[in-house]
């Protein structure tokens, strides 16, 4: 039987499959408008369309370098068997398919995205002869990511023993789930420009769902001591000098085992975007397009739990009061910590308020027509923490060729994840349905060491036959 933790891998790949945000190669699609405004928020303004309707579109993202599963792909792990490596039965992930296995670095990273674009729309209009295109954006969101951590558990998960003085350098984890209305808004500016500059946002109203965050501020020593009783040894390792704060809320109910949907926290958050096109060609493809948009600058508030935890002294591994009680809560878990470390299970408490801010980013566009419906585009995703405790997003370039048609689009991508992870991923427009990865092998084809996932689906209304109102966009205007 699979390890908990190693259980809790698998539930992640699998739980990739089903949630989600917009694809950043279908984002450059013309046509992609209210689910592109998310990351793009003047992408909507150059729909061809004058209105579009999103049903539900998910999208999921996992990427990691801690565990794998050898010789597999993310569709067949629904019939596969997985069983755990074992070393010292020479059964491990480099040898054997099916296993789940570790990398075994120095420093562990992970990012986790699952975000759910709900019913949605945008519809252009015109006021005081002036173009705009408003909409409204339903999302429910969770991110996480720990960067750098150091790999402590690689001894153990090479079944080695640990050293005797190891110094463990300083973690930072938090994970936050939340629920999101949003208004988006676009524009043109310079009317008389020989260029088309248009600018957009969106104004987001935040519900904090989950919510944890653990963050050491200084190393620790961990110090192993071995002991030999009636030729049984058993190990002891004790963490001194700690510094660790921790700040948690959840609507999961440990007591009943359910999940109990109410608002545990609210905010604010804001995008912006400006982009400026050239199309003065007699063609209804614009010759070039740059864009800049700052993205989920904002935080949520969160009534919760706040824990210190100042130490010299607590025994980590092989302390019966921890091992032979069951940590049924994260509130329990607390307390029997804080009993440990201050003799008072109160003593860490340190009152309910924190805030997690939103995984601000920076996105940049450059995008070349080539005519007949035929794109270039360059992406570069780079994450800026704004707020204390923000979420981290994936730092992202990527470069794509994709033909956009009215009922029919496709394209494809190469992407580098943290600069480092490269990628392969396209995506499928048809009618109103679109289809799309930014790492589609992992999808299909059996991998050798099975670490990262990445899956979009959406379903739309827009008008994608030909209609009066395209025509009229699509119409060469050279007016005196």
């Known amino acids: 039987m699979l390890p908990a933790r190693h259980i809790c891998f698998l539930a992640l790949l699998i739980a990739s499959l089903a949630f989600g945000q917009v694809n950043i190669t279908i984002s ?40 794998y599963i050898s010789k597999q792909s993310l569709l067949g792990l629904k019939n596969a068997e997985i069983e755990s490596a074992r070393p010292r039965q020479n059964i491990s992930g480099e040898n054997t398919a099916n296993v789940l296995d570790f990398y075994n670095r120095d420093f562990g990273n992970y990012h986790l995205s699952s975000e759910v674009l709900g019913p949605s729309f945008s519809v252009a209009a015109t006021v005081m002869e002036k173009s705009f295109v408003v909409g409204l954006f339903t999302r429910l969101r969770t991110q996480s990511a720990a960067l750098d951590v150091d790999n402590y558990l690689k001894f153990s998960n090479q079944r080695l023993t640990e050293p005797e003085l190891y110094t463990l350098q300083p973690l930072e984890f938090n994970v936050m789930n939340w629920a999101e209305l949003g208004f988006n808004f676009s524009t043109e500016l310079f009317p008389y420009s020989d260029y088309q500059w248009i600018i957009g946002g969106n104004i987001k109203y935040e519900v904090g769902l989950d919510a944890a965050m653990v963050r050491s501020t200084s190393p620790l020593q961990l110090v192993r001591t071995s002991e030999t009783i009636d030729g049984t040894t058993s ?38 975007g400006i982009a400026v096109l050239d199309n003065r060609e007699e063609i209804a493809d614009y010759r070039f397009k740059a864009a800049i948009n700052i993205l989920d600058v904002g935080k949520i508030n969160f009534s919760g ?21 069951r940590l049924e809560s994260p509130q329990k878990i607390m307390r029997l910590l804080s009993e440990e470390v201050y003799g008072d299970e109160n003593a860490s408490f340190q009152g309910t308020d924190f805030s997690i801010g939103l995984p601000t980013s920076v996105h940049v566009n450059f995008s070349w027509g080539l005519g007949s419906d035929r794109f270039i585009h360059t992406d570069w995703i780079q994450r800026v923490p704004v707020f204390e405790n923000s979420l981290r997003r994936s730092n992202l370039f990527s470069a794509s060729y994709s033909v956009q048609k009215p009922a029919l689009g496709y394209g494809v991508s190469a992407s580098l994840y943290e600069y480092r992870a490269f990628h392969v991923g396209g995506y499928l427009r048809i009618g109103p349905l679109i289809l799309g990865s930014q790492n589609v092998f992992p999808l299909f084809m059996k991998q050798k060491k099975l670490h990262s996932a990445d899956f979009y689906v959406a379903l739309k209304l827009y008008p994608f036959w030909d209609t009066e109102f395209k025509r009229h966009r699509r119409a060469d205007c050279y007016c005196d």
Request: without cysteine; negative net charge; aromatic residues 14%.
């Open 305 to 325: 739990e706040n824990h210190r935890f100042n130490g010299q002294q607590l025994v980590v591994v092989n302390n019966p009061n921890i091992e032979n009680t």
């Open 235 to 272: 190990k002891t390792i004790t963490a001194y000098n700690f510094n660790l704060e921790t700040s948690f809320v959840t609507n999961y109910n440990f007591e009943t085992s359910s999940y109990e949907l109410k608002p545990q926290g609210k905010g604010l958050g804001i995008d912006f």
């Open 28 to 67: 450059n699609d013309r046509f992609s408008g209210i689910n592109s405004a998310v990351i793009s928020p003047t992408q909507p303004f150059m729909n061809p369309n004058p209105w579009d309707i999103n049903l539900a579109a998910e999208h999921a993202f996992l990427e990691n370098d801690y565990l």
